[in-house]
C-alpha cells in the first residue's frame, strides 16, 4: 500500500506542478484539471463563459448549444518542462458537430496523460520490472437551447488511471482504477441588458457561464475505504467584448473556480454528493474566498474574418492553497477551415514547474467556422 501511496504523491505533484501544503486539497485523477487548448490557456486558463468552439466540451458544454457546424481539435504539450522529464506530456483532441435531430451539437473528446517509466524495487535497488504510467479521459457531450438565450450542456465521461500495474501480498488490489463523471453546464447570452440609469445596452456583447464538473464516485486503487475524490470543481465567470467591429474584435473574459471535496483530518473524504454541500461549511468566509482560483484574460482580434488574435491573462491561487500565480500569452491565426493557437505560461519563480509551459493547438472547422 505503501509504495502505490508513494508513486501517487510523487504524480500529483507531476501533473499539478504544485507541492503538498497545508490547505490544498488533493483528489485523484487531478489531469482532469489541466487546461486543455492553447486559446483559453493563454487567457488566464478562463473560458467558461466563452464557449463558441469544440473545447467547450472541457470548459462549458452549454456551448454547443450555442454552436454549427463541425470542427476537429487536437492540442499536445510537454507537460512541466523545467522537471526536464521528456516521456511527461499531455494530448487533448476533441471532435463536435450540429445534429439538427437532435436540435443542438454533440462532442466526443479524449485526454491522454503520459506519465513516463517508472522502476519497481522492494527493499533495495534492484529493479524488478519497469512500468509505463498514464491515465486517460473519454468524455461525450451534448447541448441544446433551452430558450434563445439560454443554452444546457451535459457530459459523461470514463476515467481510467494506470500508476502501478502490480500490488503486494499486503494489498487488496493494485495500482490501476477507472471511474466515471458527469458534467452539467449553462451558458447564457442575453439579448437585452440595459445598464440601470444609463441607455447602455450590454446585450449580445455579454455572455455568463456556469460549469460543475467530475462529479463522480471515488476512485477506488486499493480498496474502498480508501478511495480518493475526483476533483469535482464549480467554475463561474462571464466573457464581454469591449470592442465589436468588423476588423476589430476585444473581449475581457474571467473566471473563478472552486474545487469541491470535503476532507477530513483523517485523510478521509465525503462522497461527491455530500461534498457539494458540506465544503462550504466548517471555515470561516475569508478561508472559503482564499478557496477560490481566479482566471482573467483578454482577447483580440483583427480581420474580416477572424485572421490574428492576441491574447494575455492572469491565474491567481491564494498561497495557503496551493501558490499557483502566472502570466500567461499566447496568439493565433485563422485561415480559411484551418486553425493554429499557441500559449505560453510565464511564472514568478525561477525554475517552477510550470514555467515554460508551451501548448500548441491545431483545428479544423467546416460547415460553420470557428
Do not use: C
Amino acid at each position: 500500500m505503501k509504495k502505490i501511496v508513494g508513486i501517487a504523491a510523487v504524480l500529483t505533484v507531476l501533473i499539478t506542478g504544485t507541492l503538498p501544503a497545508q490547505g490544498v486539497v488533493t483528489t485523484a485523477v487531478p489531469f482532469l484539471e489541466i487546461a486543455p487548448n492553447s486559446r483559453a490557456s493563454a487567457m488566464g486558463e478562463a473560458g467558461v463563459a466563452l464557449g463558441d468552439d469544440a473545447w467547450a466540451i472541457y470548459w462549458n458544454p452549454a456551448g454547443f448549444a450555442f454552436q454549427q457546424g463541425s470542427e476537429l481539435s487536437m492540442t499536445r504539450a510537454d507537460w512541466l518542462p523545467n522537471f526536464g522529464l521528456s516521456d511527461l506530456w499531455i494530448l487533448h483532441s476533441v471532435f463536435k458537430t450540429s445534429v439538427e435531430q437532435l436540435d443542438g451539437t454533440v462532442g466526443f473528446g479524449l485526454t491522454y496523460l503520459n506519465l513516463g517509466k517508472f522502476a519497481r524495487t522492494l527493499n533495495d535497488p534492484t529493479v524488478l520490472e519497469e512500468f509505463t504510467g498514464y491515465e486517460l479521459a473519454l468524455v461525450a457531450g451534448y447541448g441544446t437551447k433551452v430558450t434563445p438565450t439560454l443554452g444546457l450542456g451535459i457530459n459523461g465521461r470514463f476515467i481510467y488511471s494506470r500508476l502501478a500495474p502490480f500490488g503486494t501480498a499486503e494489498e487488496q488490489g493494485q495500482g490501476v482504477a477507472s471511474g466515471f463523471s458527469f458534467d452539467v453546464g449553462l451558458l447564457y447570452k442575453p439579448h437585452t441588458i440595459y445598464v440601470p440609469f444609463t441607455d447602455l445596452d450590454m446585450g449580445d456583447r455579454l455572455s455568463l457561464g456556469m460549469n460543475l464538473s467530475n462529479i463522480g464516485p471515488k476512485l477506488t486503487y486499493i480498496d474502498k475505504a480508501q478511495a480518493d475524490p475526483l476533483p469535482m470543481n464549480l467554475r463561474l465567470g462571464f466573457a464581454y467584448k469591449i470592442i465589436e467591429s468588423d476588423y476589430n474584435n476585444l473581449t475581457l473574459i474571467t473566471d473563478v473556480n472552486r474545487l469541491l471535496v470535503k476532507r477530513d483530518t483523517s485523510g478521509g473524504s465525503d462522497e461527491f454528493y455530500k461534498a457539494f454541500f458540506t465544503t462550504w461549511t466548517g471555515t470561516s468566509f475569508n478561508e472559503q474566498l482564499r478557496q477560490f482560483t481566479t482566471g482573467v484574460g483578454v482577447e483580440y482580434w483583427y480581420g474580416m474574418p477572424k485572421l490574428i488574435a492576441l491574447r494575455a491573462g492572469y491565474f491567481y491561487e491564494d498561497p495557503r492553497s496551493g501558490n499557483r500565480k502566472f502570466m500567461t500569452f499566447g496568439a493565433g491565426i485563422r485561415w480559411d477551415m484551418y486553425g493554429f493557437d499557441f500559449s505560453y505560461i510565464s511564472t514568478f519563480e525561477a525554475q517552477h514547474p510550470l514555467g515554460e509551459t508551451l501548448r500548441f493547438s491545431l483545428s479544423i472547422a467546416w460547415g460553420g467556422g470557428m
